[in-house]
């Protein structure tokens, strides 16, 4: 069925005022912090948080404003907060200090883009940066005092790790890194007093690095980096100099990551992450116990700080996501956890579809799924199983913007990490090595069917994009009965077919994993074109003309084979190449979310007013 009525979705005025922030930093203490904003209309902006205040807000940066398109070197790539309300802003081709009212002052540059911006502990306008040379990994130390004097080259350094690390003390002269050395990492404390350079006093463990630092108590938490998912061991190192295990961590089951340490020592966040699901929790290092952080399921993304309010009590801050929930600013304190007011109409929006994981079966176990929608899946008006691309790839509890507008048309949506998903193991993702749509569409068929009887034979519809749409049409012929429509975006054919015309990193990723042999087993060839001609439901495929990871060419192939079969272009298929588009053809575009939208959950194909290089295939 073809309409010809187009609207914009209720929900999308809300969803165009996200902001898609391309870098986030606090300051030095913790109580501020700046982003930089792309407001989805060609401009980049800034935002300042004052979170020290017992009322914390966001405001605009004043002085920033530019267009995302202007000469890169011009263009800010990081922004450095400090606490009485001034920025400065990081370009490829120099420093500028911003004044609290948006008043411009040249600070000099550096040699290339930093590899460690280290605002100074007290708040004040000090940065340390750490640049990698051009020739080598040694690099150098540079250093801004504050505004009316330019940045200066302090002195070169060894190799570092470029993670880790941080002040040593609260008036900013010791700086602990993480040097590179024989395939190991040695904690190093860099005086900037003198240039020397010291080893911290402590027993070698391997995998050592200073994960972080407590300025003002002296500290250095240490964490030994095990195998790949393994949880890190955990020391502290004092000011006297004596180093102690941590051990309350070892009680708690997934992937633990320190986010941020108090700068008064004590009290460390920690970031949980028990694939899919993920949590913060405190650590007390004086105490050695872990203590949950009760909330409406916040986890930290991106960095994270400690600060202390006015009164002395300790908060901690982080641009985080909650299942379902677009990035916000949160804070814990003991009152327990709140939101700050970006100032956006999604910021304060309330009523978004709620996300969790749900365990469903699979063909050899359980696998897990993301499920996201306002209704209970077994009684949802429809439901769509999304299936990711990659194939090392996952779903995880994370916004979507296509999940939230899919739900407002009444839609659940089941998004499931079969087997060769990543997050799980290595030997849960190597399934697919060389048997691509093998373990994987087993799982996927498995659960559908599973789907399919609890809501008593009711068909499903199908959605993927690159991988999990070649997923998606493999599913659609070898289990007809399952669908009631499919909707694919970015399609591969097939490894084998995709390997001519993909880019190097695409043949790299194709041969790691194995995906030129072609699965053949009683269910047919996992090749697209030999299952187009068990496809009964309706199917819509969309392609972005510019994708530069799966050309578009696969779908225009596949679209030949659809007419050599005898399938009506505009009743039986609809084809749809975005002119311009890349390997997200849906990203920022109300018309083609909600035509995907009513198409998954209606069965309606809605011609999108959009410029297109082709509607029905070449």
């Known amino acids: 069925m073809t309409a010809t009525v187009q609207r914009t979705p209720e929900l999308w005025p809300i969803l165009a005022t ?29 935002e300042f948080w004052h979170l020290g205040d017992l009322r914390p807000s966001c ?117 602990v890194l993480n040097v590179r050395e024989g395939g190991r990492t040695i904690p190093t404390v860099y005086d900037l007093r003198t240039g020397a350079e010291t080893v911290l006093p402590v027993e070698p463990v391997a995998g050592d690095i200073a994960w972080h630092t407590a300025p003002r108590a002296g500290e250095v938490l240490l964490a030994s980096v095990g195998a790949d998912g393994e949880s890190p061991r955990l020391r502290l190192f004092g000011p006297n100099g004596s180093t102690r295990e941590v051990t309350a961590t070892q009680q708690l089951s997934g992937t633990v990551t320190p986010v941020a340490m108090h700068p008064g020592g004590g009290l460390v966040a920690l970031q949980v992450v028990d694939s899919p699901r993920q949590e913060l929790v405190v650590l007390d290092t004086a105490t050695d116990e872990v203590r949950p952080m009760k909330s409406p399921d916040p986890c930290a993304v991106g960095a994270g700080a400690w600060s202390e309010v006015p009164s002395g009590a300790a908060r901690f801050w982080s641009m985080s996501i909650g299942a379902g929930l677009p990035a916000r600013m949160v804070a814990h304190d003991s009152e327990g956890w709140f939101d ?20 469903l079966p699979g063909a050899d176990g359980e696998i897990e799924a993301v499920v996201c929608g306002h209704q209970d899946w077994r009684s949802a008006r429809h439901v769509v199983i999304g299936l990711h691309g990659g194939p090392a790839d996952r779903w995880v509890l994370k916004f979507s913007q296509l999940f939230q507008v899919l739900a407002e048309q009444g839609v659940t949506v089941i998004a499931p990490n079969p087997r060769g998903s990543v997050g799980y193991g290595d030997t849960f993702h190597r399934h697919i090595v060389g048997s691509w749509a093998g373990p ?73 994993l194995g995906g030129r042999a072609v699965l053949v087993d009683e269910a047919g060839p996992r090749d697209v074109l030999a299952q187009l001609p068990h496809i009964t439901a309706p199917l819509v495929v969309l392609h972005g003309e510019r994708d530069q990871i799966v050309p578009a060419s696969q779908s225009s192939r596949l679209v030949r084979e659809l007419r050599r079969l005898g399938r009506r272009p505009g009743i039986d298929f609809h084809h749809l190449e975005i002119a311009a588009a890349g390997h997200a053809p849906l990203d920022g575009s109300a018309e083609l979310h909600h035509t995907v939208a009513r198409f998954l959950a209606h069965g309606e194909w809605v011609v999108p007013p959009l410029p297109s290089v082709s509607r029905s295939g070449k």
Not at 121 to 126: A, C, E, I, K, V
């Open 59 to 175: 405001r605009t940066v004043a002085g920033l404003r530019c267009r995302a398109d202007d000469a890169p070197d011009r263009l800010p790539n990081d922004a450095v907060p400090f606490d009485d309300g001034s920025v400065l802003l990081i370009s490829p081709g120099a420093l500028l200090f911003l004044s609290p009212d948006g008043k411009p002052r040249p600070a000099g540059g550096l040699p290339a883009r930093p590899l460690v911006v280290a605002p100074a502990p007290d708040g004040s306008r000090t940065v340390l940066f750490i640049v990698r040379g051009t020739q080598s990994d040694e690099c150098s130390a540079w250093l801004w005092r504050g505004p009316g004097t330019p940045v200066r080259r302090l002195g070169a350094l060894p190799a570092l790790l470029p993670r880790g690390g941080g002040w040593l003390d609260p008036r900013g002269e010791r700086y």
């Open 440 to 512: 994987d569409l087993a799982d996927v068929l498995a659960l559908a069917r599973h789907v399919h009887g609890s809501r008593g034979g009711e068909p499903l519809a199908l959605y993927g994009a690159s991988y999990g749409a070649f997923l998606a049409l493999l599913a659609a012929g070898i289990s007809p009965d399952l669908w009631s429509r499919v909707l694919a975006v970015a399609p591969l054919l097939s490894g084998y077919r995709l390997y001519p015309e993909a880019s190097p990193q695409v043949r790299a990723m194709i041969d790691r």
């Open 340 to 359: 700050v007011d970006d100032g956006t109409a999604a910021g304060r929006y309330t009523a978004w579809a709620p996300s969790h994981a749900e365990r």
């Open 18 to 46: 996200l902001r898609s922030r391309l870098t986030f930093r606090f300051s030095g203490t913790g109580r501020s912090a700046t982003a930089l904003v792309a407001d989805g209309r060609g401009f980049l902006y800034g």
